[in-house]
Nanobody, 123 residues
Framework: QVQLMESGGGLVQAGGSLRLSCTASGRTFSTYTIGWFRQAPGKEREFVAAISRSGDRPYYHDSVKGRFTISKDNAKNTVYLEMNTLKPEDTAVYYC????????????????WGQGTQVTVSS
């Protein structure tokens, strides 16, 4: 079992940056792929980025490629999402999640979820 907690959300102007953190409890953190999803008001939750168990293979949704960077520090049980050149359409609640499988991009493939952190980008 792993419990996840997100932090780092907030209000930022368009073009600005934020770094989200996802910190996990439990000894098995390094055995999970960790992903980030987001849900904007009135929309379905969507995949943003994920990183492999070892932290050496990140992958991204096309909408954030080149702007967001995901990284994983297994020693600190933490995954980071560095978000640059933020746009108003990035406004959403951001969730991190843990999956026991390789390469998951669908919600159903993730077993554990955090409570989410709000990111608001003003124009």
């Amino acid at each position: 079992q792993v419990q996840l907690m997100e932090s780092g959300g907030g209000l930022v102007q368009a073009g600005g940056s934020l770094r989200l953190s996802c910190t996990a409890s439990g000894r098995t953190f390094s055995t999970y792929t960790i992903g980030w999803f987001r849900q904007a008001p009135g929309k379905e939750r969507e995949f943003v980025a994920a990183i492999s168990r070892s932290g050496d293979r990140p992958y991204y949704h096309d909408s954030v490629k080149g702007r967001f960077t995901i990284s994983k520090d297994n020693a600190k049980n933490t995954v980071y999402l560095e978000m640059n050149t933020l746009k108003p359409e990035d406004t959403a609640v951001y969730y991190c999640a843990a999956s026991p499988i390789y390469g998951p991009t669908y919600e159903s493939q993730y077993r554990h979820w955090g409570q989410g952190t709000q990111v608001t980008v003003s124009s």
